[in-house]
């Protein structure tokens, strides 16, 4: 393709020219593409990391936070964030627990004090859980204080993160 110059010149440019700028603009389309990908998974992976540590923090929490007062609700919101054969052990275990939590007026305040993922992908990982709880109840009315160590884990169903099993550790 040639231009002209005011004074008649022309201007040539090289075909290599312009193949080299089209290779260069296609190699750095591509470059461009290549590392948003990977900014976006690396977005995505830490998304996921964060949705898991939340879900097994306010798991613990609830597991740790009782109160005879309203230990319907309490039990209620451990079995919302439950699943598999965790749920169903807590279920099948909750009309003795409210009767054993009213004989003794237990109240239990869990405070959640460090959490870290031990592994996870996509569908399931696994947490442990350092979780500190105050608790009162007849035997002890001024209250003794209970550090619990736990694993959790959690597999992802219906776009949330649900602890599957709760095991005391340490």
Avoid: C
Wanted: net charge positive; aromatic share 6%.
């Amino acid at each position: 393709m040639a231009a002209r110059w005011p004074h008649g010149m022309r201007l040539m440019r090289p075909r290599g020219m312009t193949a080299g700028l089209v290779a260069a603009t296609v190699l750095t389309t591509a470059l461009t593409i290549w590392l948003s990908l990977g900014l976006y998974e690396q977005r995505e992976a830490e998304q996921r990391r964060q949705d898991i540590l939340a879900a097994a923090r306010q798991s613990a929490l609830n597991f740790t936070s009782l109160d005879y007062r309203h230990y319907g609700r309490d039990s209620a919101n451990v079995l919302k964030g439950a699943t598999g054969d965790f749920k169903k052990q807590f279920a099948a275990q909750t009309e003795q627990l409210t009767q054993l939590v009213a004989e003794n007026r237990s109240v239990s305040e869990g405070q959640v004090l460090e959490a870290g993922i031990v592994r996870s992908d996509e569908g399931s990982a696994r947490v442990l859980v350092v979780a500190d709880s105050k608790v009162t109840n007849t035997a002890v009315p001024d209250g003794e204080a209970r550090t619990y160590r736990l694993r959790l884990d959690l597999v992802h169903r219906d776009g949330r993160w649900l602890t599957s099993d709760v095991e005391f550790v340490g």
